[in-house]
């Protein structure tokens, strides 16, 4: 009986169907490419951003290959590229129907700072968009390891803030949050993030510093001791007088 178990069961495990699926491997770019991704904005309009380029790992070039399916038109649209694609994304920021195409790369010199390419799509083609530099006050502390994403249909910019700008500087922890927009093919930019860009003095610093009851006693018992030895000047001089 026992044998005829072992043999049952294992006739049984022999029946089992064996998963024979194979995970499909994520596509390879071939040289000269380096990045690529396809988006679809709709049905039948397709954008599939590339770089390329021989030779050098920080420096090439991007292309937007843009393929219209329904109105059977393909377009390209190229430009230099500073540094390495992070990530690409597909928005509508002023809701005009048009879909723009933003290239996320980042470059290195002391930082890793980023550069955004964004072009806007058309009937008429593409219209390149010019991303804005951070100013003055919105670089303090800024070294880059920039993160985006889309959210709402705005482009949101995070980055770590650091104590300084130099070499030398630590991260203090904060985060400083911008949302891009567009209006009439310019870019719009608001501060989400709530701390401070400007160096503001205190209320204390300029506030007029209170005597403290320590300090009060003693100028009390300086003035106090003061005039008693005037006091007694005024005695000696009247007795001296007299004589």
Request: charged share 30%.
């Amino acid at each position: 009986m026992l044998t005829a178990c072992i043999l049952m069961a294992g006739c049984s495990d022999d029946k089992k169907p064996v998963n024979t699926s194979v995970v499909p491997k994520k596509p390879v770019v071939m040289d000269p490419f380096r990045y690529h991704k396809r988006i679809e904005v709709s049905p039948g309009q397709d954008y599939d951003v590339l770089s390329w380029g021989r030779g050098s790992k920080i420096a090439g070039a991007f292309e937007i290959l843009h393929s219209d399916s329904s109105s059977v038109k393909f377009t390209t649209t190229t430009g230099d590229l500073d540094g390495v694609i992070v990530d690409s994304y597909n928005s509508d920021m002023d809701l005009d129907g048009n879909p723009e195409i933003l290239i996320q790369a980042k470059g290195r010199d002391t930082i890793n700072y980023a550069n955004i390419y964004a072009f806007e799509f058309s009937n008429s083609g593409a219209h390149k968009l010019d991303f804005p530099k951070l100013t003055k006050s919105q670089r303090v502390g800024y070294r880059g390891d920039d993160n985006f994403y889309i959210k709402e249909g705005k482009l949101v910019r995070e980055f770590p803030i650091y104590n300084g700008n130099t070499k030398t500087a630590k991260p203090t922890g904060a985060k400083r949050q911008f949302e891009y927009g567009l209006r009439n093919n310019e870019f719009t930019i608001k501060q989400l993030s709530k701390d401070s860009t400007t160096n503001k003095t205190t209320s204390a610093a300029t506030a007029p510093t209170k005597a403290s009851n320590s300090d009060k006693k003693e100028s009390t018992s300086k003035k106090s001791k003061t005039h008693k030895e005037e006091h007694h000047k005024k005695k000696k001089r009247r007795h001296r007088s007299e004589e």
